[in-house]
């Protein structure tokens, strides 16, 4: 298992931070009913760090990152963001530590109703108050020219492409300055074009703000270019931890039929 | 023959009293399936309903989010409602003149009218009208946000959603419900009156004189608050619905249509409790 301080420079990637994680999953078990989602998972992201968690569809990558951002609890095991364990918190108190992390759902989940402007400037409408409607609105302004957008503010989500809306998505996660950045499959259902332009802008993202980020993807493509790590997971574990190079080396036949395909 | 007989008991009769067995059992599998839904459904509406509380109470308060809703639940639905308590003043004021007519009390029909609009028929009215329109469009709301992950998004924005959505739509509920029904009653006496003076003139100043004399505030004014109740159910069982959803658009389909019967439902026992507690506590 690589340490964080071990990861090598990736092409295009940066070199994370050492120090103890942001993020640890220690021995996270889930099930739904009698399915076990997720049997003794571990996994540690630091400062700066991009982690991609692959694997088949169904496998609970995506059920991975609710636990961390606390929209499931995990059946036992321990998630600490920041050194805080989340088991036990109550909404309010899960809030706190929310605001350190930015949530890119799979499919957007922008608010229908709100255009693509106000679904950006909603957190900030809520958790910072003091901030006037211009200085928010200048702020929405930056955020959509970051991730690419600046004509389409007052579109509704219903009336843009889904690259669109995962732009959209992207920078609302982005809009209270996150040390985390939980990424669902950031370029299913797009075009390959599309995927490479998202790609491209989560690697702009780690330059210039440093964000431990973990994605979630079947993409390997998309793995290899953005993340400085990669964990393969099947049946509900980490079948293999490192660099793209390690995943490539592996003798273990899950990991030689994933890469194949 | 005498071979079948004597026989196919001995063959028959085992599988006959094993398909017995497993259709007892299917049976009592299915009761206790029923049994054990209906107190969880019970016991998750109440944890629902204290997580509402603990936020509604506890700061930030979602201010313009109330008053939009109060604008959704109030003047939204105040033709459908006005329009309601109109047509059940007249049918009340039809009916009440041939009844009373028979048995020569015509003179009581002003105060006939008004208590049976005011105590009876304007609450619920207001409450059904308002279950349909609201719970349907809370509960379809919710759910809709719910399948897209909206409310999780809301969630992971660090926002309180028991406070963002359910407990400002349940105050606009508990709060409206009330102003509804007065306004409700008011078109309810009106049409009543007016259906009235086409047959038999008689001024409005008479009919309100007459219907309301020596009327009390026991008479009147618990009939009218206790629709913020009703406002409470439609309010709390919709976004409860709503915000458990799964399962797509038909999951949505289904929360809308259980947010309207199980609201409906739920109004119409608790008006039975409530007409009770009323004449004991204010008689």
Not at chain 1, 109 to 133: C, G, W
Not at chain 1, 162 to 185: F, H, N, S, T
Not at chain 2, 111 to 132: F, K
Not at chain 2, 137 to 157: H, N, R, W
């Amino acid at each position: 298992m690589a340490i964080v301080q071990d990861i090598p420079k990736l092409p295009g990637v940066i070199a994370p931070q050492s120090g103890a994680p942001i993020v640890a999953i220690e021995d996270v078990h889930k099930s739904f009913g009698t399915h076990k989602v997720l049997n003794g998972i571990n996994l540690r992201v630091g400062r700066g760090e991009t982690l991609a968690v692959l694997g088949r569809s169904g496998t609970g990558k995506s059920v991975l990152l609710r636990l961390i951002i606390g929209l499931d609890q995990p059946d036992s095991g321990a998630i600490r963001v920041g050194g805080d364990d989340l088991s036990g918190l109550s909404l309010d108190q899960l809030g706190t530590i929310r605001k350190k992390m930015g949530f890119l759902f799979q499919h957007a989940a922008l608010y229908d109703s709100l255009t693509a402007a106000q679904n950006v400037a909603f957190p900030m409408r809520h958790h910072q108050k003091q901030m006037s409607e211009s200085e928010r609105a200048d702020r929405v302004q930056h955020l959509l020219t970051e991730v690419g957008l600046d004509g389409d503010l007052k579109k509704m989500p219903s009336d843009i492409s889904g690259g669109m809306q995962k732009r959209v998505g992207l920078a609302r996660a982005l809009a209270l300055e996150p040390e985390i950045l939980l990424l669902d499959e950031p370029t299913a259902g797009l075009d390959p074009i599309s995927s490479r332009e998202i790609d491209e802008l989560i690697l702009k993202l780690q330059r210039e703000r440093h964000m431990a980020s973990i994605v979630v993807t079947h993409d390997l493509q998309s793995a290899k270019t953005i993340a400085n790590r990669l964990a393969l997971l099947d049946q509900g574990q980490v079948v293999i931890e490192g660099r793209f190079e390690d995943l490539e080396k592996s003798d273990i036949k899950f990991v030689k039929e994933f890469l194949k395909h | 023959m005498s071979t079948l007989g004597r026989s196919a008991p001995l063959a028959i009769r085992p599988r006959f009293a094993d398909r017995q067995i497993r259709g007892f059992s299917q049976l009592v599998n299915s009761a206790s399936r029923v049994i054990v839904g209906f107190f969880e459904w019970f016991g998750s509406l109440g944890i629902f309903f204290w997580r509402v509380v603990r936020a509604a109470v506890t700061p930030p308060f979602e201010w313009r989010e109330l008053v939009r809703q109060l604008d959704e639940v109030g003047s939204k639905s105040l033709p459908l409602v006005a329009l309601a308590g109109g047509a059940v003043g007249i049918v009340i004021s039809l009916e009440a003149r041939y009844s009373l007519s028979r048995f020569g009390a015509k003179s009581m029909f002003p105060a006939t009218l008004v208590y049976s609009v005011i105590q009876v028929m304007g609450p619920i009215i207001t409450g059904l009208v308002v279950s349909g329109r609201v719970g349907a469009g809370i509960g379809a709301e919710l759910a809709s946000m719910k399948v897209t992950e909206q409310i999780d998004a809301i969630e992971a924005s660090a926002i309180n959603p028991y406070r963002l959505l359910a407990a400002t739509r349940i105050l606009a509920c508990i709060l409206m419900l009330p102003l509804l029904t007065l306004a409700a009653d008011a078109c309810g006496l009106l049409t009543g009156w007016f259906a009235q003076a086409l047959v038999e003139p008689l001024s409005f100043q008479q009919f309100i004189q007459r219907g309301f004399q020596g009327a009390t505030f026991n008479a009147f004014v618990p009939p009218t608050f206790k629709t913020a109740v009703y406002g409470l159910i439609i309010g709390l069982i919709a976004c409860f619905q709503g915000m458990r959803t799964r399962g797509g658009a038909e999951g949505v389909g289904r929360a809308a249509t259980n947010s309207v019967v199980l609201a409906s439902l739920f109004l119409i026992l608790a008006d039975v409790v409530l007409v009770k507690f009323i004449l004991v506590v204010f008689p």
